[in-house]
């Protein structure tokens, strides 16, 4: 909205294969380099001090190799407040491809270090327990608990056993996007009521001991994810699919969905 500064991710893909990840979320991913052009505000994953912005590229798969025709522009910047649209004030970082100064060799990976001084006020970086790289089992089963307490809530169609489980989660939305809280959960609540009304509504079976914990964020979350990087929670409707990316931290002793 026009008067509001945000954080922003531009991404901008053309024959590649593309993983970018902020503070180590990956928040973008092209695995078949079907090409992508895409926007969004990145405030909730925005650290105090010292933040990373990581690409990797590869040629797609079973597709001949032609030079010159990859294309990629990434950055993150800090949004123009007059702007009605996500328009670059300031760019904070920017990866494109191909290089001028380098060849086009695949696969490749680069990252770049920026600092944003008044950073969203979130509480997730100062709240939550610092994590070893690793998760202990004791804490990765832990995790994976709270994963399948909100598939057992989507398996119930209990909104308010929903809500309880990712009420930090929106806290956190509502402070980083300057967002009115209660208004933010009437919000939520009825996106998670869109999901549950979809008929024929399935959980992706997944196999055992599929899904695993990715400590990222200056080591105070964790992503619970399966080993090919997709989500943790995908749904399928009649005509639709749904996707449910979860983190998660421990707060208080507390393990927590965070983001």
Known sequence: MPG??????????????AYIKLNGAPLYRDPNGVGLKSVRTV??????GKNQISTFWHWPTEVAYKPGIARANVSVFVSDPESTIPKPLHILAQHRWPMPDKPEAYPYESSSIFELPGNPPT???VD??????KLSPRDRQTALLLVEQLADAIERQNLDDIMVLVDYKIREDALANGHDLEHLRQSMREQYQFVLEEPGL???VLPADSLNCMVIGGNKLARVQQANW???LIYHSESCRFKFDIYVAKIE???LIVR
């Open 4 to 17: 509001t500064s945000y954080t922003c991710l531009y991404v901008e893909l053309k024959h590649l294969m």
């Open 43 to 48: 405030n909730e994953w925005i650290m105090p």
């Open 123 to 125: 509480r997730l970086w």
């Open 128 to 133: 939550a327990e610092p994590l070893p790289d």
């Open 202 to 204: 399935k959980r992706q």
């Open 230 to 232: 997709e989500e943790a």
């Open 253 to 255: 002793g507390k393990w």
